[in-house]
């Protein structure tokens, strides 16, 4: 769904508020979980969105002429496909997003956000069966693997650097660091 669960949120907003990154890159933002919870703590970040669902931008108004946009930048194409330069940020969020593609794309992008020179990802999936469809016509919304805390702890270990973890009842979360 292009929500999220409250679970781990607090945790996130602490590492956040730790780093302070100056550009961030949301991957498949949805409704902008991420952007509205970090926004308020530091308010010279650069935010660029790579959201594969266009309706979502105008929905969850991501872009905006009128006020404050959420975004700054917004890419709209399947993130898997996306110029490695998007990744080289202080901080790549993939919150609730890895878990709808198949688990060796997901491996192959963050390897791909670690190449590009991402200082940190902050990784959220649910680590409970959590079996979706479709949501209001995105086909998108479908999770294709079913990720457990120690799959994902093991996939992100794997790209060196320094890793913390919170693994909630529903979902879990990372904050993988390049030091």
């Known amino acids: 769904m292009p ?15 730790l780093h302070l990154p100056n550009t961030v890159t949301d991957i498949g933002p949805g409704e902008g979980t991420y952007a509205r919870l970090f926004r308020p703590v530091h308010n010279g970040v650069w935010w660029t969105a790579v959201e594969i669902h266009k309706p979502y931008i105008a929905k969850y108004k991501l872009k905006s002429t009128k006020t404050r946009s959420m975004y700054d930048e917004i890419h709209i194409e399947d993130v898997r496909e996306s110029e490695g330069h998007l990744f080289h940020r202080d901080l790549v969020v993939a919150g609730d997003v ?5 688990r060796e794309d997901a491996i192959a992008l963050l390897q791909k956000i670690e190449a590009a020179g991402a200082w940190h990802i902050l990784v959220s999936v649910p680590i409970v069966e959590s079996v979706q469809g479709e949501v209001d016509g995105n086909e998108h919304e479908t999770h ?3 990720w457990d ?7 992100l270990r794997d790209l060196g650097g320094s890793l913390e973890s919170y693994r909630g009842k529903t979902l ?4 993988w660091s390049r030091r």
């Open 98 to 102: 890895l878990e709808h593609m198949p």
């Open 149 to 155: 805390a120690d799959d994902m702890n093991n996939a």
């Open 144 to 146: 294709v693997h079913q």
């Open 172 to 175: 879990g979360v990372w904050w």
């Open 3 to 17: 929500t999220s669960d409250a679970e781990g949120k607090d945790w996130s907003l602490e590492r956040f508020e």
